[in-house]
């Protein structure tokens, strides 16, 4: 029973690629038309004699994704014909790469990769009408890319499916950042797959299940944790033969995988080399060197940025990571406050304060930075309260303006004016004589109460702290 199962997985994931036109013909890539069958022509629809000709714009934007993930770029590379016979698929083949993809190697966020290639999306199945089916091969033909990832091997299936999902989201983040893709998988614009398999021995691969239709994250990590845990039970109840290659698919609804066919393998395809399309050498394509250079500073190098520039906490660094809008933002303040106290304070009102108002109020924009910055500088200095801060907050990202301002109008100066705090607490003294001797007499009761005295008389503008301060030394 507490005998340990090794988990491994292994991901592909596809991308539809953002470009102007599709893959192979000079229709339109346009996710979000609505109309079906719109955005075809004879080459995605496979008219005899129609030629494909290659979208440079897809193969530039796999090259940039290999050079992010520091991967090999192949010099020679060729298109396939992968064939097999669905509906969706037009020409009866889906133009892919097999012997030499763009990419092969590279690493990110703990995965090693295998490879990167360029291939074209099919048609869009339409099954929910009835006794029949429609196809929208409007999508036929769109540029994909697809990324697969060596197997990795883990201690447990949580941590497995964790990782399979957190590595999902790099990739999209990185895509983004890239440029390359919209990578939204509600949308269908990103298709995360996983190969799966269990081994009582570590360093020994079990049957392979893969596991499809993976379309939100939340399904990618729920998805192989079901499988992963249906086959640790097999093998628990020594019913490991029952685990057999198959692709399975994963019932939103039920939340649950279900076997969809035996899977097949390469050969099954009968690649070969499509002799429609030139074969080329990327290196006399594109000038890579000059291409690496160009490359955005991407997720991962921000985050070490941000560690080591401005030491904020781990979830601030990924809320800009998450949001470079929000990020570039929170620089601008960063590089007007310059003391890293401050950064810190500034960096704990935009993440908690800032989005918390954001999060209920469509409305709220960000303030101009030297505004939110003043914020923050009079919130470290005390001049203001934290509730003051807060007060002010709500105020300038609905109108933006001074805070200093705001605090003079609104009266949230903290009045730290020694003399004038020294009247009003002699005043309060005056006022409370009984008191003041319980505290003289060793009550330390009677000090909060005189305190809270001060703090109503100046309206909650005084700092506490100065006036506990100050009425120590005037009740000595
Ligand atoms: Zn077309
Ligand atoms: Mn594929």
């Given at each position: 029973m507490d005998k340990k199962y090794y988990p491994t997985i292994g991901l592909e994931i596809h991308a539809e690629l953002k470009t102007e036109s599709k893959m192979f013909c000079s229709c339109k890539n346009d996710p979000d038309e609505r109309e079906p069958n719109k955005n075809i022509c004879p080459v995605c629809m496979a008219h005899p004699g129609s030629l494909p000709v290659v979208n440079k714009k897809a193969v530039e934007h796999v090259v940039r994704v290999g050079l992010a993930v520091d991967g090999n770029i192949a010099?020679?590379?060729?298109?396939?014909?992968?064939?097999?016979?669905?509906?969706?698929?037009?020409?009866?083949?889906?133009?892919?790469?097999?012997?030499?993809?763009?990419?092969?190697?590279?690493?990110?966020?703990?995965?090693?990769?295998?490879?990167?290639?360029?291939?074209?999306?099919?048609?869009?199945?339409?099954?929910?009408?009835?006794?029949?089916?429609?196809?929208?091969?409007?999508?036929?033909?769109?540029?994909?890319?697809?990324?697969?990832?060596?197997?990795?091997?883990?201690?447990?299936?949580?941590?497995?499916?964790?990782?399979?999902?957190?590595?999902?989201?790099?990739?999209?983040?990185?895509?983004?950042?890239?440029?390359?893709?919209?990578?939204?998988?509600?949308?269908?614009?990103?298709?995360?797959?996983?190969?799966?398999?269990?081994?009582?021995?570590?360093?020994?691969?079990?049957t392979k299940v893969e596991v499809k239709n993976l379309n939100s994250f939340k399904s990618a990590e729920r998805a192989v944790k079901f499988e992963l845990d249906r086959m640790i039970k097999l093998w628990e109840e020594g019913k490991q033969e029952e685990i057999v290659q198959e692709t399975r698919g994963?019932?939103?609804?039920?939340?649950?995988?279900?076997?969809?066919?035996?899977?097949?393998?390469?050969?099954?395809?009968?690649?070969?080399?499509?002799?429609?399309?030139?074969?080329?050498?990327?290196?006399?394509?594109?000038?890579?060197?000059?291409?690496?250079?160009?490359?955005?500073?991407?997720?991962?190098?921000k985050r070490d940025r941000y560690r080591k520039d401005f030491g904020i906490k781990d979830e601030d660094i990924e809320s800009y990571v998450n949001d470079p809008e929000l990020g570039k933002w929170f620089e601008e303040v960063a590089e007007i406050l310059k003391d890293k106290n401050k950064i810190k304070t500034a960096s704990n009102y935009i993440t908690s304060d800032f989005a918390g108002l954001k999060k209920a109020d469509s409305g709220v924009k960000m303030p101009a930075a030297e505004n939110f910055a003043e914020l923050a500088e009079m919130a470290s200095s005390g001049e203001i309260s934290s509730r003051g801060a807060k007060d002010i907050l709500a105020i300038i990202v609905k109108k933006d303006d001074?805070?200093?301002?705001?605090?003079?109008?609104?009266?949230?100066?903290?009045?730290?004016?020694?003399?004038?705090?020294?009247?009003?607490?002699?005043?309060?003294?005056e006022a409370n004589p009984k008191i003041a001797d319980d505290y003289k007499g060793g009550k330390q009761n009677a000090l909060q109460f005189l305190i809270g005295q001060v703090m109503k008389e100046t309206k909650g503008s005084a700092n506490p702290a100065a006036a506990k301060q100050l009425l120590e030394s005037l009740l000595k």
């Open positions: 010099d020679f590379t060729e298109f396939d014909r992968k064939n097999y016979f669905y509906p969706d698929i037009p020409k009866g083949y889906q133009i892919s790469q097999y012997k030499y993809p763009i990419v092969s190697g590279g690493r990110l966020d703990g995965f090693d990769i295998t490879r990167v290639h360029l291939e074209e999306d099919t048609a869009n199945n339409k099954h929910d009408r009835g006794n029949f089916s429609l196809i929208d091969f409007n999508r036929a033909g769109v540029p994909l890319m697809e990324l697969v990832t060596e197997p990795n091997t883990f201690e447990s299936a949580d941590d497995a499916a964790k990782t399979a999902s957190s590595f999902a989201k790099e990739l999209q983040l990185l895509l983004w950042y890239l440029g390359v893709s919209e990578a939204n998988m509600e949308k269908g614009e990103m298709r995360v797959e996983a190969n799966i398999s269990v081994s009582p021995e570590k360093g020994k691969l079990g994963w019932d939103e609804a039920k939340q649950k995988t279900f076997s969809q066919r035996k899977k097949e393998s390469s050969h099954d395809y009968r690649y070969f080399p499509d002799p429609d399309i030139p074969k080329f050498k990327l290196h006399e394509l594109f000038d890579l060197e000059k291409m690496k250079k160009e490359l955005p500073e991407l997720p991962a190098q001074s805070p200093k301002k705001i605090a003079e109008e609104k009266g949230l100066l903290q009045k730290n004016d020694p003399e004038e705090l020294k009247k009003i607490a002699q005043k309060i003294i």
